[in-house]
């Protein structure tokens, strides 16, 4: 061989075992998803212990509800489920073991809230006797946050058959773009049970989402119990596929230990989509069909139409503690209440065409909301029809087209973006690149009116969907959204191409984690095409 | 469709229409209060009619509120018979075991019972408190004997059981009895699916007491096909199959393993081996191996770990390239090699460390000759030995059954080594059928052994309805009785070409169960025509999808979605 060829044949073999050591700690970039606002690290290795232990000395946060006892163990279990751990620690030099987390908490309350401040620090040492790795947050629903990200940085290794925290020192400081960052789930047009309710919260939190919006009722079926009118949930599909009071309560508040998103950090979002996706409401109150030939929108002309409106958010009041209600709004098709004679006699006798009595129905309907302490949110049709009658206090919920924020904020209005065509998951030709690069702030310059832009949710309308595909109808694409959402601008790949092989790599994740999530080739929630590694697809 | 309540009372004593039912006596409900507000305006005649008809109601209501007026049990026990009480789960519902012979040492059953009561109480929020309730109407807990001490699971074990739940005494408790700690796991099973919500109660209601159940597999082997060499499967992800296989009453996870795409498992005795899996995330190690089989044990389901060799092991020669009869003809394995050889005798030493189940899977199937053929150096080895292709497939066949043997192990072998050297097959080889139906009659005439997995009726992979799972009867033709017991049982596939973690629950559910109804319940117990058991079926599809298993819709074909709207019981 000649000296270059020979030289050529070094390089080759630099990059091969780089590549070699690389693989062995199974990173060779940062793996975290969404990405960090700022993240620097090291090329050292840590062993995560056996006895890895959380520490909160000087933290105001009295976890008096186990919040963030619960959410360490979730974190250090789900970290130790992709394989057995044979590793023992005890038996290695402790200044090469991370012994535990010292987290920092600086509020005590664990209210949960719209603006909740969601930030944290995380420092993983390299040095220490003994070592610890530390969060500091302001409240517990950002220290959780930096548990996930933990989660994320540590890995099994095949040669110590144990968990090594990688890449060590790690100096992370993190906070979302948007404050709201939503999927949406439909009870109504598929019931889903509970622990399937139950494991797409768990999933959100890995993606760093914060907002469950829940479209209980529709049209099809009414799953849920009201208390006050114990006739509505006549309308469920059948009794078994009803959600009780307390189900619901279970759902979203902490009562006890088992109470669940909101010990994830994650708000409940209730929707009432009044007048028009009601049908199922008329099962149990038939009165509030204009006609039993014309069942929605509800009966305009009939008191008792707000008087159950009231009685619904009243009970909604008890338990969906957000500070904000869906109150719905969109696809209203007047026609029942013209062609309804009672109906129509009430709509001339108030001076009212089909139109107005809409907004007249959604402007009532608002201030009952407003009664019970709630903002709300409606969707765009609102604001497309009577944008500047709608209480200023109205969040605007885009989905028929992109770049109605724009308007919606130069009104000034708040927004929530879901955009159709890029942020419908029931949409399978909806791609992760898409859902990716769909960027709320499109055409907004001004500061104040970014700031009037909430953030955006993707929306998993359930036609199509039951608890058999709803994991990867949702995962992975919901998860390109999420980091949307989460990272800073100027962080965000501008070509998403760029970002694929660390959602892959996370969508790998979700996989071990036992989120059915799907590949990120082909459309939504599409079988792989041929046999290949999990990676590559 | 239904439309006087006489006729919805009908329907509740009827067997068949469950679901209908369920939605039905729903709007029978919602009437009801409001008949009884018009009762009051009603002159006398029309009150007598106004009564009856909201005694059947109310009697309709009482049907609801139990969830079951016909017994939705799946897989159908043996024998069954019921009452038509009901009780109240206690809160604080206990497992006994006084008479038991079974020590429970390492915890199989009492996490059993744990995780039994646990389901039952997922799908709602729990506010009943029982304490506040008549014990006369309180199942305070359920009372295990079993009379053998061992917790050995092994093929043919005794998996029978007795489940009676009585509707008095003071206290009541349940009772189940069983040979082995695996027959009770059993009736835990039924147990769990004879408990559920009430909506009244708030709390869980054990239905139409008293109970009296004897219960027991038609086959032994009773299997669920997975294949981690296509696509990679976490651990967690193995484990909800085993969990919902025990759901169903399946008892055999058969493992394939490794195949030509990839080579996930690690084998010490060889460690490049698994140099030929996707990445080194998509690995499991020993432990891992061992801690599936030991989760499956937990749950009364043996695991067959396969080797399909020589021909689908392309994958094995990452590690170790002598393995290839050259480099651009990649398989099957050398068979001029004494080294291949060495080497499936150290994999299989290596897997009767973890594999206890009284079989290993040698695969045999799909072998294309040509590359022995082919390659100069095999070539010569074959002229030397005398040997055509097909010779030294079947040398290679039977030389590595001599090594099972020789660990102990007894042989699955896929069916076309039974077609091109049946009679060469060692005696204790298991025929696995797949090709096409109708191979077990000629494989137990042929004195040999056989499991049954037809593709054309149950194969996961394949576009086939819940319909002809349910019907494929692994008996069929085969008219002397004594030639029965060489039908081990059957098996359904759910090869991983076009499956991951994302899809695989769904493309096994609920066809899997069908299956399974099949090969657990009694011949004269059967439908004849799957629609007879549609509801009850579905009633266990929706059971799935509340326990957390994605069982996909029964309409279609496997990896289909709802088409529109509606209720779980009616897809």
Not at chain 1, 249 to 276: C, S, T
Not at chain 2, 425 to 437: R, S
């Amino acid at each position: 061989m000649g000296k270059r060829r020979l030289e050529g044949m070094f390089h080759w073999y630099l990059v091969f075992i780089f590549v070699i050591s690389a693989n062995a700690v199974d990173v060779k970039h940062l793996n975290i998803w969404p990405m960090p606002k700022s993240a620097s690290y090291g090329y050292r290795n840590l062993h995560l212990s056996n006895e890895f232990e959380l520490r909160t000395d000087g933290t105001k946060f009295a976890d008096a509800s186990s919040i963030l006892k619960d959410a360490f163990k979730r974190s250090i279990d789900v970290v130790r489920s992709s394989h057995v751990i044979e590793f023992n620690a005890s038996k290695i030099d402790s200044s090469l073991v991370l012994k535990g987390i010292h987290i920092v908490v600086s509020s005590p309350s664990d209210e949960l809230q719209h603006g909740t401040d969601e930030s944290y620090k995380l420092h993983v040492p390299a040095q220490g006797s003994p070592l610890y790795a530390h969060i500091e947050a302001k409240t517990v629903y950002g220290a959780l946050h930096g548990l996930e990200t933990f989660s994320q940085v540590c890995h099994y290794n095949i040669s110590s058959r144990g968990i090594q925290v990688h890449q060590v020192p790690w100096t992370i400081a993190d906070q979302p773009r948007f404050s709201y960052r939503g999927i949406l789930i439909d009870t109504s047009r598929h019931y889903l049970p509970i622990p399937v309710i139950k494991k797409v919260i768990d999933s959100m939190t890995y993606a760093k989402l914060n907002v469950l919006h829940w479209h209980i009722v529709d049209t099809q079926s009414f799953p849920l119990e009201l208390p006050s009118y114990p006739k509505l949930w006549n309308g469920a599909y059948s009794i078994t596929e009803r959600y009780m009071f307390a189900d619901a309560e279970e759902i979203v508040r902490q009562v006890n230990r088992q109470f669940y998103a909101k010990r994830r950090g994650i708000n409940v979002l209730a929707e009432i989509d009044v007048p028009g996706h009601t049908e199922s409401w008329g099962v149990g109150y038939p009165a509030l069909w204009p006609s039993k030939d014309c069942k929605q929108p509800l009966d305009v002309s009939n008191e008792f139409t707000f008087k159950l409106i009231d009685g619904i958010l009243s009970d909604f009041s008890k338990i969906f503690k957000y500070k904000f209600v869906h109150l719905g709004g969109d696809e209203v098709n007047t026609s029942c209440w013209e062609t309804t004679p009672h109906v129509k006699k009430w709509l001339h006798k108030n001076h009212m065409n089909g139109s107005k009595a809409y907004e007249y129905f959604v402007l009532r309907a608002q201030k009952i909301a407003l009664s019970h302490g709630y903002d709300m949110i409606n969707w765009e049709e609102t604001f497309n029809n009577f944008g500047k009658k709608l209480n200023p206090k109205t969040v605007v919920h885009n989905w028929l087209g992109s770049g109605v924020a724009q308007n919606v904020v130069k009104a000034g209005l708040r927004c929530v973006v879901s955009n159709q065509d890029s942020w419908y998951l029931d949409h399978l030709d909806a791609l992760w690149q898409g859902f990716y690069s769909n960027e709320p702030l499109t055409n907004i310059t001004d500061p104040k009116q970014q700031a009037l832009v909430l953030g955006g949710e993707v929306c998993a309308w359930a036609e199509h969907i039951d608890a058999s595909d709803i994991e990867q109808t949702i995962w992975p694409r919901a998860a390109a959204a999420a980091e949307r959402l989460w990272t800073p601008y100027d962080k965000l790949a501008k070509d998403p191409e760029k970002v694929k092989s660390r959602l892959s790599y996370f969508r790998c994740l979700l996989n071990q984690r036992g989120v059915a999530a799907a590949p990120l080739d082909g459309l939504g929630r599409e079988a792989p095409v041929e046999p290949a590694s999990c990676y590559l697809q | 469709m239904v439309t006087s309540p006489l006729m919805c009372l009908r329907y509740c004593l009827t067997e068949s229409n469950n679901l209908l039912l369920l939605i039905l006596l729903q709007n029978l409900k919602e009437r009801s209060s409001a008949e009884f507000d018009r009762m009051l305006r009603m002159g006398r005649t029309r009150l007598k009619i106004a009564y009856i008809w909201y005694l059947v109601c109310f009697f309709a209501v009482y049907c609801d509120a139990d969830d079951a007026n016909e017994i939705n049990i799946w897989p159908m026990p043996v024998s069954v018979s019921f009452g038509s009480g009901n009780l109240h789960l206690s809160n604080n519902f206990e497992l006994i075991t006084e008479g038991s012979k079974f020590a429970d040492a390492s915890g199989i059953l009492k996490e059993a019972f744990s995780r039994t009561i646990d389901i039952v109480r997922s799908s709602h929020v729990v506010e009943l408190d029982t304490s506040k309730i008549k014990p006369s109407l309180v199942l305070k807990g359920i009372h295990v004997v079993i009379s053998s001490p061992s917790d050995e699971l092994q093929y043919g074990i005794d998996e029978s059981y007795k489940l009676n739940i009585p509707a008095q005494g003071n206290p009541i408790y349940a009772r189940i009895e069983a040979k082995t700690v695996y027959g009770a796991l059993h009736g835990l099973q039924t147990f769990s699916q004879i408990c559920s919500y009430s909506l009244s109660s708030r709390g869980i209601l054990v239905h139409q007491v008293p109970w009296t159940i004897a219960d027991q597999p038609r086959f032994s082997y009773r299997g669920l096909l997975i294949d981690t060499a296509r696509h990679y499967q976490p651990l967690r992800v193995i484990k909800k199959i085993i969990d919902a296989m025990a759901y169903t009453k399946l008892n055999v996870l058969h493992w394939h393993i490794v195949d030509t795409q990839s080579f996930p498992l690690e084998i010490p005795s060889y460690p490049k081996l698994w140099d030929g899996s996707f990445t080194i995330s998509e690995r499991y190690t020993v432990a891992d191996a061992a801690e599936i089989v030991s989760y499956a044990k937990k749950r009364g389901i043996n695991v067959l770990a396969e080797i399909d060799v020589p021909g689908h092991a392309e994958s094995w020669g990452f590690g170790y390239p002598s393995l290839r009869p050259s480099e651009n003809c990649t398989g099957p394995l050398d068979v001029s090699n004494d080294f291949t050889f060495k080497l499936i005798d150290g994999i299989l030493s290596d897997f009767s460390k973890i594999f206890k189940f009284k079989f290993v899977h040698l695969g045999g199937d799909e072998v294309d000759t040509s590359c022995w053929i082919l390659t100069p150096h095999v070539k010569s080895w074959l002229q030397k030995q005398g040997m055509g292709d097909s010779d030294a497939y079947q040398y290679f066949v039977l030389r590595v059954q001599k090594l099972a043997l020789s660990h102990g192990y007894e042989v699955i072998n896929w069916e076309e080594t039974f077609n091109e050297i049946g009679s060469k097959l060692n005696p204790q080889t298991v025929v696995h059928n797949w090709l096409a139906g109708g191979v077990a009659e000629k494989i137990v005439k042929a004195g040999l052994r056989c499991i049954v997995s037809n593709q054309d009726k149950w194969y996961l992979d394949h576009d086939i309805r819940w319909q002809d799972f349910y019907s494929n009867e692994p008996l069929e033709n085969i008219t002397n009785h004594q030639l029965h017991s060489r039908v081990l049982g059957g098996e359904v596939c759910m090869w991983g070409e076009l499956i991951d973690a994302a899809d695989i629950e769904q493309m096994v559910w609920p066809r899997a169960a069908a299956a399974a109804e099949r090969m657990w319940t009694s011949y004269d117990k059967l439908a004849k025509d799957p629609s007879d058991v549609r509801s009850r079926l579905s009633h266990f599809r929706c059971l799935l999808n509340q326990r957390g298993v994605a069982a996909g819709p029964l309409e279609g074909l496997g990896n289909t979605r709802p088409f529109g709207p509606g209720s779980c019981y009616t897809k």
